[in-house]
């Protein structure tokens, strides 16, 4: 299991330009308030390239005339300590588990990785990822040139995030199956919320249905701050309030997705609070479900990021221009972006580690082309406030539906499509 993290960590080393290093820090404890903590969530590019889970550790692997090691430095072995939080590798645990050349103790970093630099042409680390980290750095390379009696020549310092961002674009094998893991759980959890959903309900006992869901299948934390919105409240795209009743007449956005093994899900569901469409929900409903599968299909090795996003433009465009909320020539309305009072956000994101995750959108200039291995969100939405000026009958229409699609060598898959998108599968579901 360890040797996946040490094939990574080989795979970056080399993708290093000759005698170069990168340094990668992991997290540290967060506390929420006074002495109370957030649970640990070690950082995704440290995950990703040694699968260690201790707080305030920093890694360091180096290329060095095309030789590649790396070194860890963690915390320190200490039997207080361990009573009270738990059991520590210390450096021989984490030589020995997780297969590093070098390891220490994390309070001798100011003195060792000068030491492991030096020699370097140049020095990758993740540019402001985190507080004070770009400091050290500095202040490692300085200790570096003032290291006497040696000919140090000054290194370079340059930002290692697409290195990195852009190995976890492409997913392996172990990787997948944990997703597919993740995804399914998320799914069997938004399929729970649509049986149990009933007017009157407050948004709050929805998110814990779905919370619950999670942990009992391993996702213990969501990916991400669920959205549960009732009504006009999914008009907030960022609404985590999740504290009002649910009228029966509305609507209900959920956007929610659990981590599992420390890889993300994210799918949105908009189902109606009563189990039954209105006319007016029911045909706004069927544009972005139209946006959905027309951008999906757009999710194609040889294909680039920019595709799906204009499918679901137009998609929405036309669909607006046929219910008579946008007026005019849909090319022209398109080209004007008319559908941005309507449509504000992308079509979707890399998703991996982090739910919005790391990757380029851009490579050598040009829009990012899909790969086999990358997995990406479809997530079209139309969101029409209480105060957009427009019928009042669409009035406090919000709808998002959100697919996690894998792109294979010949198409793709869509790791979510076990929860029912399609409205008369929905209203079945919920009877
Ligand atoms: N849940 C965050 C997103 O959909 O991007
Ligand atoms: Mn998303
Ligand atoms: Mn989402």
């Keep these: 299991m360890m040797k996946v993290y040490q094939k990574r960590r080989h795979i970056l ?74 059991f520590r590798q210390g450096p021989e645990g984490a030589k020995e588990n997780f297969l590093f050349d070098n390891s220490f103790n994390n309070d001798q970093i100011d003195s060792e990785l000068p030491d492991l630099i030096k020699g370097m042409d140049k020095v990758f680390y993740p540019f402001g ?17 003032n290291i006497k009696g040696r000919h140090n020549k000054p290194i370079d310092i ?9 190995l976890r674009l492409i997913k392996d094998d172990e990787e997948i199956s944990i997703i597919k893991k993740a995804c399914e759980i998320s799914a069997d959890a938004h399929i729970e919320a649509m049986k149990a959903v009933k007017p009157g309900m407050n948004e709050q006992s929805i998110e814990a249905l779905y919370l619950y869901e999670f942990a009992k299948q391993g996702g213990r934390f969501p990916a991400y701050t669920p959205i549960v919105a009732g009504g006009d409240n999914a ?80 998609a929405i465009t036309q669909g607006l221009v046929d219910l008579g909320i946008l007026n005019g020539d849909v090319d022209e309305l398109h080209k004007e972006g008319a559908f941005k009072d309507f ?73 979510t499509e076990k929860v029912p998108s399609d409205p008369s599968e929905i209203e079945a579901l919920m009877a």
Excluded at 69 to 77: D, E, G, H, R, T
Excluded at 264 to 293: C, M, W
Excluded at 376 to 387: C, H, L, R
């Design 235 to 314: 008009c907030v795209l960022h609404y985590v309030d999740n504290n009002k009743d649910l009228n029966n007449s509305d609507l209900l956005l959920v956007d929610a997705g659990c981590e599992y093994e420390m890889y993300a899900s994210d799918i949105t569901r908009t189902f109606p609070v009563s189990g039954k469409f209105s006319a007016e929900q029911l045909a706004i409903y069927n544009i972005v479900l139209n946006a959905l599968h027309t951008a999906i299909e757009m999710v194609k090795v040889g294909k680039s990021v920019m595709d799906p996003q204009i499918a679901s433009e137009r």
């Design 129 to 145: 990822k985190k507080d004070g980290f770009d400091q050290l750095v500095i202040n490692w390379n300085k200790t570096v040139s």
């Design 343 to 415: 449509y504000m956000h992308k079509f979707g994101h890399w998703m991996g580690l982090d739910v919005h995750d790391a990757g380029d959108y851009m490579e050598d200039g040009e829009y990012m082309k899909f790969k086999a291995g990358m997995i990406t969100t479809v997530e079209p939405g139309i969101y029409i406030s209480n105060d957009a000026d427009v019928d009042k009958k669409w009035q406090g229409i919000g709808i998002r539906i959100e697919d996690d699609i894998l792109v294979t060598k010949s198409g793709n898959i869509n790791l």
């Design 13 to 86: 080393g080399n993708l290093l330009p000759k005698d170069s290093a990168i340094i990668i820090p992991g997290a540290d404890l967060k506390y929420r308030n006074s002495d109370s903590s957030y649970n640990f969530r070690q950082d995704s590019n440290f995950y990703y390239l040694s699968g260690f889970s201790e707080a305030g550790s920093t890694m360091l692997i180096v290329n060095s005339n095309g030789k590649v090691s790396s070194s860890i430095f963690v915390p320190k072995k200490d039997k207080l300590k361990e009573i009270w939080d738990g």
């Design 158 to 166: 340059a930002d290692g995030s697409s290195l990195i961002g852009n």
